[in-house]
């Protein structure tokens, strides 16, 4: 069963983007789904997922940002593993062109090689750029969960980018500020994790992605659920208002027993012979209900004394007879 992340993440890989954004999304894949590899002074990349599809859009991304050549790309699935993964991996030529061209390696003046443990800045200069990095970061390493259409989920709604530096995580958070999209961060396993909560911002982060039916699927998902737990409040606060009707009744309908066994319910002065009576043929009622069997012509509060007044009278000559 294909899950909401996996279906968010479909939709943001086919989105329409244009040649710069595209650069951007790829330097936000790469820079939280790959690793780099080192062998006889060669360096290169490879990316690791459990999604194929995420791969081969990666795949085409190359093809157009960089002209890699086709065979020179490889997409295997990864061995030794117990969940299904696959690994995207690319020749040395060919890798250290990609991650120089996205400033994640660079040189010195003396020659050397740097890795870059955040993305370039002058990558980011617009909102549309640093939108499309994040809906690589998100492709490459994110998920987002959100309570059961059913209700039965305790889980909350959650949405997170899983970075490997905490520099990255720092930048993903600034990006979503711009947003006015408040985010908190956590190290969790080695890594730092920038990550939002509410709803709101999570359906409008989605849509800037390019994830405009998910958005709405996310939409139509909170409208239900509110209006089941708008519902179960109403049953709830029914359930609990019939429960108090009948405790009461009981413990009126215990009294007026009471007072029958001991002394005779004709002992009761008129006014409250009458309430107690209707009250013995209703046990069930209401105290509005009481008062439109009595026909209207004492108030509800004055029922509901009437009442107080037979179970004190009840309790007083309980006392007297032990």
Not at 108 to 120: F, K, L, Q, V, Y
Not at 200 to 213: N, R
Not at 250 to 274: A, F, W, Y
Request: aromatic share 4%; proline share 2%.
């Amino acid at each position: 069963m294909t899950s909401f992340s996996q279906k968010v993440k479909k939709e943001i890989l086919k989105a329409k983007r244009d040649s710069d954004a595209l650069f951007c999304m790829l330097c936000g894949e790469i820079l939280s789904a790959g690793s780099l590899l080192i062998n006889n002074h060669e360096i290169t990349f490879v990316l690791s997922s459990e999604s194929k599809e995420f791969l081969t859009a990666v795949e085409g991304q190359l093809f157009e940002c960089f002209e890699v050549e086709k065979p020179s790309i490889k997409i295997s699935k990864e061995q030794g593993s117990i969940k299904e993964k696959f690994e995207l991996s690319i020749s040395p030529f060919f890798g250290r062109r990609v991650l120089e061209g996205l400033k994640i390696l660079s040189r010195d003046e003396n020659g050397n090689t740097a890795i870059s443990r955040s993305p370039e800045q002058h990558f980011l200069q617009d909102k549309g750029a640093k939108i499309a990095y994040l809906a690589g970061a998100f492709c490459g390493a994110g998920s987002i969960s959100v309570p059961e259409t059913g209700g039965k989920s305790t889980g909350g709604y959650h949405m997170e980018w899983v970075c490997q530096t905490p520099e990255r995580a720092q930048v993903v958070c600034e990006i979503l500020a711009e947003f006015d999209i408040i985010s908190k961060k956590i190290e969790r396993n080695g890594s730092s994790v920038a990550y939002i909560k509410e709803s709101d911002a999570i359906c409008q982060i989605l849509a800037l992605m390019g994830a405009v039916a998910s958005m709405l699927e996310l939409e139509n998902s909170k409208v239900e659920r509110e209006v089941r737990n708008n519902i179960n409040r109403q049953s709830n606060c029914m359930s609990a208002n019939l429960d108090k009707v009948m405790n009461a009744s009981v413990k009126q309908m215990q009294s007026i027993d009471e007072i029958s066994r001991t002394v005779g319910i004709e002992s009761l002065p008129e006014d409250l012979l009458e309430v107690a009576l209707a009250r013995v043929a209703n046990p069930e009622a209401s105290l509005s209900e009481l008062v439109k069997i009595l026909g209207n012509k004492i108030s509800r509060v004055a029922v509901s004394q009437r009442l107080a007044k037979i179970i004190k009278l009840a309790q007083e000559l309980g006392g007297e007879n032990g």
